[in-house]
């Protein structure tokens, strides 16, 4: 069953990703409007992963997978804005 949402606030990678446009693309920022990641938190590296490559529904990853999405956003990178 692919990840789509944090589960502990009911909303969808999906409505985060359309939220960039209004909040931007900053999981702080999705977290105060949404809640999103402030529960258990096992949807915050799926959110860093939505915010890197505008994907909304994902594998369950590997712990290696998941210490790779925490990583930050360094300069230059790019992330996902639509």
């Known amino acids: ?6 589960v502990c606030h009911d909303v969808t990678f999906a409505e985060l990703k359309a939220l960039c446009g209004v909040v931007g693309s900053d999981l ?3 977290a105060a409007r949404t809640g999103c990641g402030t529960g258990c938190g096992t949807c915050v590296p799926y959110i860093q992963l939505m915010l890197r490559t505008g994907q909304t529904e994902f594998p369950v990853l ?3 997978q998941l210490r790779d999405a925490m990583r930050p956003i360094g ?6 804005r639509s």
Do not use: K, Q
């Open 1 to 6: 069953m692919p990840v789509t949402r944090c």
């Open 28 to 30: 702080n920022a999705l």
């Open 62 to 64: 590997s712990g290696a």
């Open 75 to 80: 300069p230059g990178e790019a992330t996902a």
